[in-house]
């Protein structure tokens, strides 16, 4: 259960010096090193892998299967499958979501709800660093 991680690949990346204003929808894997100002939305959210790089900001709302995230976030975020906070990671919003690994480090300034159609996961991960 704990071992099961999403074998998505990236199949777009937004640079650390692009700035998006809008909103932005993808289908399968997307790595997002630049701002955003706008909500990220998975179109098929199902199979989506969206990953939120230590450089990265987004201003809006974030939705998708499996989110990766160390950088910022200033708006809600909903994972369908697993979210995955990285030590730098921060999150200024309400947090849903299926599954949840959260690493020593991670900030989240809002609530924490877990999907209500399931039973919560929550996985406490050591940091090795």
Do not use: W
Not at 49 to 65: H, T
Not at 69 to 95: M, Y
């Amino acid at each position: 259960m704990f071992n099961r991680k999403t074998k998505n690949t990236i199949d777009s990346l937004i640079g650390a010096t692009t700035v998006i204003q809008g909103d932005l929808h993808f289908k399968g894997g997307l790595r997002i090193d630049g701002h955003i100002r706008g909500n990220v939305v998975a179109d098929l959210e199902a199979s989506s892998m969206l990953v939120i790089s230590e450089q990265a900001k987004i201003d809006g709302e974030v939705r998708a299967a499996h989110i990766v995230v160390n950088g910022v976030i200033n708006g809600p975020v909903f994972s369908s499958e697993l979210l995955e906070l990285q030590p730098k990671a921060q999150i200024f919003g309400d947090v849903h979501y299926k599954t949840l690994e959260m690493l020593s480090g991670a900030v989240v300034s809002g609530k924490l709800s877990h999907d209500q159609a399931q039973e919560p996961v929550l996985k406490l991960a050591a940091n090795n660093a």
